[in-house]
């Protein structure tokens, strides 16, 4: 289980207006709004049971209790019906308030799940360039913490918020009805509060965000620190690591510090409010009691009403930076539903008889604003040809792997397998004729047998000959389950040598005439080195190849061999034409030769 | 290691660790709680002034002046709260937060002096949950947990004295569905807490899902299987959904449950209090006066079940912490160390060195020795190289008389000595959030830009630097420009070159970098190796050219030693790897 603490939130922008933006939410809010409206009618049955239980206090009081008027077996009687009447009312707001909260959980969970399912369905789509300008970490925090956001609106927000405004609403009216000039004056404190809350939750808002953003450094630091240890210890960093530490430290706390004072100030000043709202209903309202003006009932009435009416206040502000911050995740998340991929959308052309021939045609490309990576490149592979790129980092090996797969589209020219823009070709049919062995393996936590068919159709007789010709058998044996053993997340752990060799299982499984193989360079032992490239060698046979190459052990036996430099080919041809010639290649070679260099 | 169940020892240590905690800061935590009870008081004294302006004004003894009076008392003491309360938040949860603080230090400080047997044990994970997580529920417990403990005992402490002495009998009524309810809430708040554990649990493997998706994007689009990933997607997430709605469930018990029982502790007032007044056993003042203390208990009594369970997690938490604290190195200075007497040349002797790092890495038996000029180390995964490079630089601990540097057993040494004579590029190159700059000189703070800018040069990633839009100043990591597995590697290679360290150990740290690259270092290391000791494992041969002695590990043992010739001769090992990457036919077809 690993946690990413690269926290990422950006501020809003300015695209999407609140409207707009509330009309897409509802989209999603539509399917579940009889849930949605339940939630709200229990509430309002729970709400209007427990107001009525000091009301049936008061009614035994003055009923039965103090009424020496009459017997005391009715006396008795009446209190057991009201007591009655009180049991089943708190049972009622009991089960009421019970499935309230759990619909309403659930329809919040349903929403979310719908909006979860869209957003990584549609980040699948984008193409490669996106993937380039979008950290990972970033696009998991959309998924989960952004998500996360707004369903804390929906379950802790939209229904209280509705009962909150609905309860002061009437509590106003009532106001009002009973005595319109102090209700005014009650209603002048509105503004007041208005102003508070809206400043609290944005000094709250903006202080969360900088806490956030402290404990992500913090936990960062320390996650870099328990990783690197030997590192620190060997260099003697200690001592300034903790100096680093100490202030990532001080400054959370000071940032925490901060928001208890924003909080201490504005929380309490909110009951001070409400509490000077007592002050003046006793000063003025007393007066006008005084005056015969109102009676004793309604100024009890005003105290008691406006303790209710002040109790959502509080919780109010919190409300309000909760939607806010839901907005923000709202905005964020709706931007990405708004990407269109970069690259045009796919033909639908298939390839009769595929026979695997390649070809760039005066091919430019360049990554996002970088310069060209190919320049005017042209290269033709027939079908059934081995060929093998070399060359150092950054020259473009790489490049031409992800243009085949279509990851990437060319500024100019085209590239085409047997005579067909990639373009053109149907995805799912070019994902067939293609065959990408990727440096760094990714295990579904799933069967063996799952992770080489990757769900695709594939017979008993091919998925035998394919674990034959990438060297699985082997490590199979070691197994018990062989094939329906489980790997990956919670399953047995492979090996990086292992992982290749599956990897490999995975892209013949598919049964493709072209394979693309990026060679990996992490350390593997060359025992399994070794094994690799025996099952490389069964794996390329009769099927066109093309390997990018960091290793020169495997490129010999190629057809051809191409060295590339910044985006051109500088030298081309079969290993022995290429020693021959004595140029970038064969200087390669012998460098690489053990216990030949040292002059 | 890190102890789940709370025992006596550990409360014991809990304990005086929070004294001791809370020492510094007694006078505040008091100032503190004097403002908290100043609420109470004054909260539970405003209701009588409104109660004396009803009752004067109903009884006709109202004046302007009074209720101005009255008036001006009551916003008076809706002040006094205000500074309270604003006393009490900063005080106590300031403190809270400051305690949180120093334990944050104290484990990254022990954190700092632990070996690497611990981080073997313990993850990275599991370390940052200590220092989020569990500090999180600790100082949750010590801040608005004590607050609300503090407030609901003296709450409920106050109302039951008086109800107690108004009619000890009815008290006895209006508590008995109590116990009921502490009942419940402790075996609610035990599968909240099991729920709640599960519900992150999906989370995490909802998010992991995710990560690993978007990292294997080409792979996702390359075999086409979005669809199927957005199935298997939708599978977790449902997972989380259903995990999330029995959460709700319980949940959605505990709270109403707890304002039930306060219905019914009402109720039993209303009835036998009722039945009380009715034949005469109590006043109705003492009736009214039982139903508002009742009111006043609402509170307390659904703040008490989360309490406990704060409490509790936070003891939990604050037990692991402990544990991780009080943990003590396995490599300790000597009481008396003997001073490393600076040579020109360092020797390095391993003498029947016997390992058991966990995990099956292990040394059996190893013995050799390594001045200037370089050793080369080969042998296939899981022979035992890095644990040896580990021993070597001082991060392992070792027992004594089987590692000696310059003749001195270096249990006799002082470690941090010891280690400063080595640089180590480790096999997974960990670099820090920073600039490269400050990477590099990670290894020597003081060293000047042209002494990093030639350590660079000689690790071949100099041109690859300036190339970056802010050159030297370049951050890199998360926030930063994400590097290449070969570039990673170089820039560790050259912090290590920075060090200018008598020893260096390159533990396979050349791996992701390209042939020709490697080849171009190699050459620049050339003269490094013959003026330093140096110890190069690698599973290329050709880095190993300049070796004067190259050694066969496997298994944890040396299965032989020698020059390359030799080792072609008598190493079976040594010479089918050496053949495969000449790309000898031979080589090819050997098993």
Same mark, same amino acid.
């Given at each position: 289980?690993?946690?990413?603490?690269?926290?990422?939130?950006?501020?809003?922008?300015?695209?999407?207006?609140?409207?707009?933006?509330?009309?897409?939410?509802?989209?999603?809010?539509?399917?579940?709004?009889?849930?949605?409206?339940?939630?709200?009618?229990?509430?309002?049955?729970?709400?209007?049971?427990?107001?009525?239980?000091?009301?049936?206090?008061?009614?035994?009081?003055?009923?039965?209790?103090?009424?020496?008027?009459?017997?005391?077996?009715?006396?008795?009687?009446?209190?057991?019906?009201?007591?009655?009447?009180?049991?089943?009312?708190?049972?009622?707001?009991?089960?009421?308030?019970?499935?309230?909260?759990?619909?309403?959980?659930?329809?919040?969970?349903?929403?979310?799940?719908?909006?979860?399912?869209?957003?990584?369905?549609?980040?699948?789509?984008?193409?490669?360039?996106?993937?380039?300008?979008?950290?990972?970490?970033?696009?998991?925090?959309?998924?989960?913490?952004?998500?996360?956001?707004?369903?804390?609106?929906?379950?802790?927000?939209?229904?209280?918020?509705?009962?909150?405004?609905?309860?002061?609403?009437?509590?106003?009216?009532?106001?009002?009805?009973?005595?319109?000039?102090?209700?005014?004056?009650?209603?002048?404190?509105?503004?007041?509060?208005?102003?508070?809350?809206?400043?609290?939750?944005?000094?709250?808002?903006?202080?969360?965000?900088?806490?956030?953003?402290?404990?992500?450094?913090?936990?960062?630091?320390?996650?870099?620190?328990?990783?690197?240890?030997?590192?620190?210890?060997?260099?003697?960093?200690?001592?300034?690591?903790?100096?680093?530490?100490?202030?990532?430290?001080?400054?959370?706390?000071?940032?925490?510090?901060?928001?208890?004072?924003?909080?201490?100030?504005?929380?309490?000043?909110?009951?001070?409010?409400?509490?000077?709202?007592?002050?003046?209903?006793?000063?003025?309202?007393?007066?006008?009691?005084?005056?015969?003006?109102?009676? =004793?009932?309604?100024?009890?009435?005003?105290?008691?009403?406006?303790?209710?009416?002040?109790?959502?206040?509080?919780?109010?502000?919190?409300?309000?930076?909760?939607?806010?911050?839901?907005?923000?995740?709202?905005?964020?998340?709706?931007?990405?539903?708004?990407?269109?991929?970069?690259?045009?959308?796919?033909?639908?052309?298939?390839?009769?008889?595929?026979?695997?021939?390649?070809?760039?045609?005066?091919?430019?490309?360049?990554?996002?604003?970088?310069?060209?990576?190919?320049? !005017?490149?042209?290269?033709?592979?027939?079908?059934?040809?081995?060929?093998?790129?070399?060359?150092?980092?950054?020259?473009?090996?790489?490049?031409?792997?992800?243009?085949?797969?279509?990851?990437?589209?060319?500024?100019?020219?085209?590239?085409?397998?047997?005579?067909?823009?990639?373009?053109?070709?149907?995805?799912?049919?070019?994902?067939?004729?293609?065959?990408?062995?990727?440096?760094?393996?990714?295990?579904?936590?799933?069967?063996?047998?799952?992770?080489?068919?990757?769900?695709?159709?594939?017979?008993?007789?091919?998925?035998?000959?394919? @674990?034959?010709?990438?060297?699985?058998?082997?490590?199979?044996?070691?197994?018990?389950?062989?094939?329906?053993?489980?790997?990956?997340?919670?399953?047995?752990?492979?090996?990086?040598?292992?992982?290749?060799?599956?990897?490999?299982?995975?892209?013949?499984?598919?049964?493709?005439?072209?394979?693309?193989?990026?060679?990996?360079?992490?350390?593997?032992?060359?025992?399994?080195?070794?094994?690799?490239?025996?099952?490389?060698?069964?794996?390329?046979?009769?099927?066109?190849?093309?390997?990018?190459?960091?290793?020169?052990?495997?490129?010999?036996?190629?057809?051809?061999?191409?060295?590339?430099?910044?985006?051109?080919?500088?030298?081309?041809?079969?290993?022995?034409?290429?020693?021959?010639?004595?140029?970038?290649?064969?200087?390669?070679?012998?460098?690489?030769?053990?216990?030949?260099?040292?002059? | 290691? =890190?102890?789940?169940?709370?025992?006596?020892?550990?409360?014991?240590?809990?304990?005086?660790?929070?004294?001791?905690?809370?020492?510094?800061?007694?006078?505040?935590?008091?100032?503190?709680?004097?403002?908290?009870?100043?609420?109470?008081?004054?909260?539970?004294? =405003?209701?009588?002034?409104?109660?004396?302006?009803?009752?004067?004004?109903?009884?006709?003894?109202?004046?302007?002046?009074?209720?101005?009076?009255?008036?001006? =008392?009551?916003?008076?003491?809706?002040?006094?709260?205000?500074?309270?309360?604003?006393?009490?938040?900063?005080?106590?949860?300031?403190?809270?937060?400051?305690?949180?603080?120093?334990?944050?230090?104290?484990?990254?400080?022990?954190?700092?002096?632990?070996?690497?047997?611990?981080?073997?044990?313990?993850?990275?994970?599991?370390?940052?949950?200590?220092?989020?997580?569990?500090?999180?529920?600790?100082?949750?417990?010590?801040?608005?947990?004590?607050?609300?403990?503090?407030?609901?005992?003296?709450?409920?402490?106050?109302?039951?004295?008086?109800?107690?002495?108004?009619?000890?009998?009815?008290?006895?009524?209006?508590?008995?569905?109590?116990?009921?309810?502490?009942?419940?809430?402790?075996?609610?708040?035990?599968?909240?807490?099991?729920?709640?554990?599960?519900?992150?649990?999906?989370?995490?493997?909802?998010?992991?899902?995710?990560?690993?998706?978007?990292?294997?994007?080409?792979?996702?689009?390359?075999?086409?299987?979005?669809?199927?990933?957005?199935?298997?997607?939708?599978?977790?997430?449902?997972?989380?959904? !259903?995990?999330?709605?029995?959460?709700?469930?319980?949940?959605?018990?505990?709270?109403?449950?707890?304002?039930?029982?306060?219905?019914?502790?009402?109720?039993?007032?209303?009835?036998?209090?009722?039945?009380?007044?009715?034949?005469?056993?109590?006043?109705?003042?003492?009736?009214?006066?039982?139903?508002?203390?009742?009111?006043?208990?609402?509170?307390?009594?659904?703040?008490?079940?989360?309490?406990?369970?704060?409490?509790?997690?936070?003891?939990?938490?604050?037990?692991?912490?402990?544990?991780?604290?009080?943990?003590?190195?396995?490599?300790?200075?000597?009481?008396?160390?003997?001073?490393?007497?600076?040579?020109?040349?360092?020797?390095?002797?391993?003498?029947?060195?016997?390992?058991?790092?966990?995990?099956?890495?292990?040394?059996?038996?190893?013995?050799?020795?390594?001045?200037?000029?370089?050793?080369?180390?080969?042998?296939?995964?899981?022979?035992?190289?890095?644990?040896?490079?580990?021993?070597?630089?001082? @991060?392992?601990?070792?027992?004594?008389?089987?590692?000696?540097?310059?003749?001195?057993?270096?249990?006799?040494? !002082?470690?941090?000595?010891?280690?400063?004579?080595?640089?180590?590029?480790?096999?997974?190159?960990?670099?820090?959030?920073?600039?490269?700059?400050?990477?590099?000189?990670?290894?020597?703070?003081?060293?000047?830009?042209?002494?990093?800018?030639?350590?660079?040069?000689?690790?071949?990633?100099?041109?690859?630097?300036?190339?970056?839009?802010?050159?030297?100043?370049?951050?890199?990591?998360?926030?930063?420009?994400?590097?290449?597995?070969?570039?990673?590697?170089?820039?560790?290679?050259?912090?290590?070159?920075?060090?200018?360290?008598?020893?260096?150990?390159?533990?396979?740290?050349?791996?992701?970098?390209?042939?020709?690259?490697?080849?171009?270092?190699?050459?620049?290391?050339?003269?490094?190796?013959?003026?330093?000791?140096?110890?190069?494992?690698?599973?290329?041969?050709?880095?190993?050219?300049?070796?004067?002695?190259?050694?066969?590990?496997?298994?944890?043992?040396?299965?032989?030693?020698?020059?390359?010739?030799?080792?072609?001769?008598?190493?079976?090992?040594?010479?089918?790897?050496?053949?495969?990457?000449?790309?000898?036919?031979?080589?090819?077809?050997?098993?």
């Amino acid at each position: 289980m690993r946690h990413n603490f690269g926290y990422f939130e950006d501020d809003r922008g300015a695209g999407i207006t609140e409207a707009r933006l509330w009309r897409r939410i509802m989209v999603y809010v539509r399917p579940q709004w009889r849930s949605i409206v339940i939630a709200i009618i229990l509430t309002q049955v729970v709400v209007a049971a427990s107001l009525t239980l000091p009301w049936l206090v008061r009614e035994a009081l003055d009923r039965f209790i103090t009424a020496t008027g009459i017997t005391t077996a009715v006396r008795f009687a009446g209190l057991e019906r009201l007591a009655l009447v009180f049991l089943v009312l708190a049972l009622i707001a009991f089960i009421a308030n019970f499935f309230q909260v759990v619909i309403l959980e659930r329809s919040g969970q349903e929403i979310m799940h719908r909006l979860r399912h869209d957003i990584f369905a549609h980040l699948l789509g984008l193409d490669l360039a996106f993937y380039d300008k979008n950290p990972v970490g970033r696009l998991v925090t959309r998924l989960s913490n952004d998500i996360q956001n707004m369903h804390e609106m929906f379950t802790s927000v939209i229904v209280s918020l509705f009962n909150d405004i609905l309860r002061m609403t009437v509590i106003l009216v009532l106001l009002f009805i009973m005595n319109p000039l102090l209700a005014a004056i009650m209603l002048a404190l509105l503004p007041v509060l208005v102003v508070i809350i809206a400043l609290f939750s944005r000094l709250a808002r903006r202080v969360f965000r900088d806490i956030r953003t402290a404990i992500a450094g913090l936990n960062a630091f320390i996650q870099e620190s328990v990783n690197g240890m030997n590192v620190i210890r060997i260099f003697a960093a200690e001592g300034r690591n903790r100096k680093r530490f100490s202030r990532l430290n001080a400054d959370f706390c000071r940032r925490n510090l901060r928001q208890i004072g924003i909080f201490a100030f504005f929380m309490p000043l909110i009951e001070l409010c409400a509490t000077v709202a007592v002050a003046l209903i006793i000063w003025y309202g007393g007066g006008r009691v005084m005056r015969g003006m109102m009676t =004793i009932g309604t100024l009890a009435a005003f105290l008691h009403y406006i303790r209710l009416f002040f109790q959502p206040v509080r919780e109010l502000s919190q409300k309000y930076s909760i939607v806010q911050s839901a907005m923000a995740s709202a905005e964020r998340l709706f931007a990405i539903l708004d990407t269109v991929p970069g690259i045009t959308p796919a033909g639908s052309c298939t390839i009769t008889a595929p026979a695997g021939a390649v070809e760039f045609s005066k091919v430019t490309f360049a990554y996002g604003d970088n310069p060209p990576v190919l320049q !005017d490149f042209s290269l033709t592979i027939k079908a059934g040809e081995t060929v093998a790129v070399v060359g150092a980092t950054g020259s473009g090996k790489t490049t031409l792997i992800n243009l085949i797969e279509r990851f990437y589209q060319p500024r100019t020219g085209e590239i085409r397998i047997d005579g067909v823009n990639v373009g053109d070709i149907d995805p799912g049919l070019l994902s067939r004729y293609l065959g990408l062995v990727l440096q760094e393996v990714i295990l579904l936590p799933a069967t063996v047998r799952e992770n080489i068919t990757l769900g695709r159709e594939v017979d008993d007789a091919l998925l035998a000959r394919v @674990v034959e010709q990438a060297q699985l058998l082997p490590l199979l044996a070691t197994m018990p389950q062989g094939l329906e053993t489980r790997v990956g997340l919670g399953g047995r752990v492979l090996s990086v040598g292992e992982e290749q060799l599956l990897a490999l299982a995975r892209a013949l499984a598919g049964d493709p005439r072209i394979f693309l193989l990026d060679e990996a360079t992490a350390s593997i032992d060359s025992a399994t080195e070794i094994l690799i490239e025996r099952a490389i060698a069964n794996t390329i046979a009769d099927r066109t190849a093309i390997v990018v190459a960091h290793r020169l052990s495997t490129v010999r036996h190629a057809d051809r061999i191409l060295v590339m430099d910044q985006g051109k080919i500088i030298e081309s041809g079969s290993h022995d034409e290429l020693m021959a010639k004595g140029g970038r290649y064969a200087a390669l070679i012998a460098g690489d030769r053990f216990c030949v260099s040292a002059p | 290691m =890190i102890p789940d169940p709370l025992n006596r020892q550990a409360r014991t240590v809990n304990r005086r660790l929070i004294q001791s905690l809370f020492r510094p800061y007694l006078p505040t935590v008091i100032a503190g709680f004097i403002a908290l009870l100043g609420v109470d008081g004054l909260q539970l004294f =405003i209701p009588r002034v409104i109660k004396a302006a009803v009752d004067d004004l109903g009884h006709g003894l109202a004046g302007p002046a009074s209720l101005l009076h009255q008036g001006a =008392i009551i916003a008076a003491m809706g002040i006094g709260v205000f500074v309270c309360r604003y006393g009490w938040r900063r005080l106590l949860l300031g403190t809270s937060r400051r305690i949180e603080r120093d334990i944050r230090a104290r484990l990254y400080d022990a954190i700092l002096g632990l070996d690497a047997p611990f981080f073997h044990k313990n993850s990275p994970g599991e370390i940052i949950a200590l220092a989020s997580n569990d500090l999180n529920a600790v100082q949750m417990a010590l801040g608005m947990g004590l607050v609300a403990l503090v407030d609901a005992v003296v709450m409920t402490l106050a109302c039951i004295t008086f109800m107690l002495a108004m009619d000890p009998y009815l008290t006895l009524m209006a508590v008995l569905p109590l116990p009921f309810l502490a009942l419940a809430t402790a075996f609610l708040s035990r599968r909240i807490h099991y729920h709640f554990n599960s519900v992150q649990k999906r989370f995490a493997d909802l998010s992991e899902f995710g990560r690993r998706s978007f990292a294997a994007i080409r792979l996702v689009k390359a075999t086409n299987i979005a669809a199927r990933q957005v199935r298997d997607f939708d599978a977790v997430g449902r997972g989380y959904v !259903d995990e999330n709605i029995s959460l709700a469930v319980v949940q959605g018990l505990l709270f109403p449950l707890s304002v039930l029982v306060a219905a019914l502790c009402l109720l039993m007032v209303l009835f036998f209090g009722g039945r009380l007044v009715i034949s005469g056993g109590i006043s109705v003042g003492s009736f009214v006066a039982f139903i508002s203390y009742l009111f006043m208990l609402t509170w307390p009594m659904m703040a008490f079940g989360w309490v406990v369970n704060l409490f509790q997690r936070g003891m939990a938490s604050l037990a692991r912490i402990m544990a991780v604290i009080a943990t003590r190195p396995l490599i300790v200075a000597p009481a008396v160390a003997v001073a490393v007497v600076p040579e020109s040349e360092v020797r390095i002797e391993v003498r029947d060195l016997r390992v058991d790092a966990g995990a099956g890495r292990l040394l059996d038996g190893v013995s050799f020795t390594a001045g200037r000029g370089l050793l080369g180390i080969v042998g296939p995964t899981g022979a035992g190289k890095s644990v040896l490079a580990a021993v070597m630089a001082r @991060v392992l601990p070792v027992d004594d008389g089987h590692y000696f540097i310059n003749d001195v057993d270096v249990n006799r040494l !002082d470690p941090g000595d010891c280690r400063a004579l080595f640089a180590l590029v480790p096999q997974q190159s960990l670099l820090f959030a920073d600039t490269i700059h400050n990477n590099i000189a990670f290894a020597r703070p003081d060293a000047g830009r042209d002494e990093i800018e030639a350590a660079a040069k000689t690790a071949a990633i100099h041109a690859e630097i300036m190339a970056m839009p802010g050159g030297y100043e370049t951050i890199i990591g998360e926030r930063g420009v994400s590097l290449s597995g070969g570039q990673k590697q170089r820039l560790a290679l050259a912090r290590a070159l920075v060090a200018g360290r008598p020893v260096l150990i390159i533990d396979d740290g050349l791996a992701a970098v390209d042939t020709a690259t490697e080849q171009r270092i190699v050459k620049n290391l050339r003269q490094t190796f013959r003026s330093r000791t140096c110890i190069v494992i690698s599973h290329r041969l050709a880095v190993l050219g300049e070796a004067d002695t190259i050694i066969v590990l496997e298994h944890g043992r040396i299965s032989a030693s020698g020059g390359h010739e030799e080792l072609l001769a008598v190493n079976s090992y040594y010479a089918r790897v050496a053949a495969w990457q000449n790309g000898a036919e031979e080589g090819r077809n050997a098993p």
